[in-house]
């Protein structure tokens, strides 16, 4: 589970992995930003994970709108290690998608 983990955090920054991100980020997969001003737009959060070392921390979600890391909503998402989405996603996500960042 750990090397496909790992695997899934490479996958995930190229091309294809990456438009696939896309449509689950379209689809609020992660969820919504729990901050007022960005949960009333419906603003939808990014997998991030805080560490890129294996068993430091579970993923989290970062808003592209406030640019804060909050505690996902989905629980299942909190069981995933923070490795196996990496540090970077969400930052070249949006590099990628410009016309995503709010």
């Known amino acids: 589970q750990m090397l496909y983990g790992l695997i899934h955090a490479r996958f995930i920054l190229t091309p294809r992995g990456l438009a ?42 970062f808003c592209p709108r406030c640019q804060e890391v909050f505690f996902p909503k989905p629980s299942r998402l909190e069981a995933l290690d ?15 998608y410009p016309h995503l960042k709010p």
């Open 82 to 96: 923070g490795a196996y989405f990496g540090t970077s996603f969400p930052h070249l996500f949006l590099l990628t």
């Open 20 to 61: 696939a991100m896309m449509e689950k980020y379209r689809v609020l997969t992660y969820g919504t930003c729990p901050m007022a001003a960005c949960d009333a737009v419906g603003q939808g959060v990014l997998p991030i994970g805080l560490s890129d070392l294996l068993r430091q921390r579970s993923a989290k979600v």
